[in-house]
């Protein structure tokens, strides 16, 4: 069990370019999560996959997000035309896809800069 | 829609001190309650779970019970050390979880 690993920690862009951030979940961890956190706040749900196909988005995920994960390991999230709205921390979690109330293992995120 | 209300932080005590951190919430249905825990420089790890009215999760000496009569998942732990410092969120759901906003708690030698 290495954990769940996220590149990379720190990202700072210029608003309206895109930034893509990858996610690396537990070895046959079936599930992975994206979330969105701010400063002072918890973390927002935005998307989650089974395996490949991503089951649910969140209305905060507008048309500019878009996440895959296409052989149902890795995961990528996508943003295009960054605004600094979009500033936050971005977490991942996995978790087996065993259970409804199993735990989930986070990483450590990717902190967004929008200027 | 589902919703998770936390008291606000920060919180400071001092060690060896009685520690409760609010939680209620709002929900369809009958949700699974958790805490999970980030202490400085680290991901989120979950504390402990509950998963039905009347559970009582627990682990490292922290304890919350699921009252489904309150709507809530108060976290109790009888003697907090320096080392317990660390921001603590309630959630509810199963897979996909909704989280309060958060109660930075500060121990004290």
């Known amino acids: 069990d290495t954990g769940v690993s996220q590149d990379p920690r720190h990202k700072i862009t210029k608003r309206g370019q895109n930034v893509t951030f990858r996610c690396d979940p537990i070895?046959?961890?079936?599930?992975l999560y994206w979330y969105r956190q701010t400063l002072g706040q918890g973390p927002e749900f935005l998307t989650y996959?089974?395996?490949?196909?991503?089951?649910?988005k969140s209305r905060l995920l507008s048309d500019r997000f878009s996440a895959e994960r296409p052989k149902g390991s890795f995961s990528t999230l996508e943003i295009q035309r960054t605004e600094q709205g979009d500033s936050a921390m971005y977490l991942c979690?996995?978790?087996?896809?065993?259970?409804?109330?199993?735990?989930?293992?986070f990483g450590s995120g990717t902190q967004l800069s929008v200027l | 829609g589902d919703s998770v209300t936390q008291m606000e932080g920060p919180v400071t005590l001092s060690e060896e001190a009685f520690l409760t951190i609010n939680c209620t919430y709002t929900?369809?249905?009958?949700?699974?309650l958790f805490w999970y825990v980030q202490y400085p420089g680290e991901g989120l790890q979950l504390l402990l779970k509950?998963?039905?009215?009347?559970d009582k999760g627990s682990n490292k000496g922290f304890e919350a019970t699921y009252r489904k009569e309150t709507t809530s998942f108060h976290l109790e732990k009888g003697s907090v050390q320096v080392s317990d410092s660390a921001v603590y969120f309630c959630?509810?759901?199963?897979?996909?979880?909704?989280f309060g906003q958060g109660t930075e708690l500060s121990v004290k030698p």
């Open positions: 979690a996995s978790s087996p896809g065993s259970e409804r109330s199993e735990k989930l293992f």
């Open positions: 070895s046959e961890h079936n599930r």
């Open positions: 996959f089974q395996n490949e196909a991503q089951l649910e």
């Open positions: 929900a369809t249905g009958y949700p699974s």
């Open positions: 509950a998963t039905k009215a009347d």
């Open positions: 959630a509810l759901g199963g897979g996909k979880l909704i």
